[in-house]
């Protein structure tokens, strides 16, 4: 019962299927979908993007996109 995590610690909770948005543009980011644009295969999680991985859009940063709720 006390292996919850608090409400703080969603961002670092970024499993491999996690979507992510951009916080510029709304863009979204789905593991599952990949991403055409860098040549990122499906399957891909957010946290192996590559370092230099930007958004597809609008080039923000990973830092600016947005863990999504389903
Ligand atoms: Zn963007």
Redesign the pocket.
């Known amino acids: 019962m006390s292996d919850a995590p608090p409400p703080a610690s969603r961002l670092a909770t970024i499993g491999p299927t996690t979507r992510l948005e951009?916080g510029?543009?709304?863009?979204v980011y789905d593991p599952a979908a990949g991403d055409e644009v860098w040549q990122i295969p499906p399957g891909t999680p957010f946290a192996d993007l590559p370092p230099h991985w930007t958004?597809?859009?609008?080039?923000?940063e990973k830092k600016?996109f947005l863990v999504l709720d389903d």
């Open positions: 951009c510029i543009c709304w863009t958004c597809p859009n609008c080039s923000a600016s």
